[in-house]
């Protein structure tokens, strides 16, 4: 099993969520974020002022998978948020131990 997560520019949401949708992933957490990456945030201009802004709004979504589901996942989330811009986010890849379902007390794949 593995832990997929995700960061991403917002308004791409709902892209992802149908592209894991349509693959096979059966449930996702999203948080919104703060953060930066090479491009080291940018400037802005409010009310005449010229203000730096470092931490840029973005997406994190974690979704746990079979790891015969984990090459499609990664495929989905890619071709979905990707504009071809600077800050389209990263995909990171985690080995997941155990899941336990909280209600039935199932553990392993099958309480994904």
């Known amino acids: 099993m593995k832990l997929i997560t995700a960061i991403i520019k917002p ?13 096979g992933a059966q449930g996702i957490t999203v948080t919104e974020v ?13 009310r005449g002022a010229e203000y730096v802004v470092d931490f840029l709004p973005k997406i994190k979504i974690e979704v746990g998978v079979p790891d015969r589901l984990t090459e499609r996942v990664i495929e989905a989330i890619s071709q979905a948020a990707n504009t071809g811009k600077v800050g389209d986010g990263k995909i990171f890849v985690y080995d997941l131990d155990n899941v336990i379902r909280i209600r039935t007390g199932e553990s392993g794949p099958e309480a994904l």
């Open 34 to 46: 703060k953060g930066f990456g090479r491009q080291k945030g940018h400037t802005e201009l409010y």
């Open 11 to 23: 308004f791409k949401l709902d892209d992802v969520r149908e592209a894991l949708s349509e693959v």
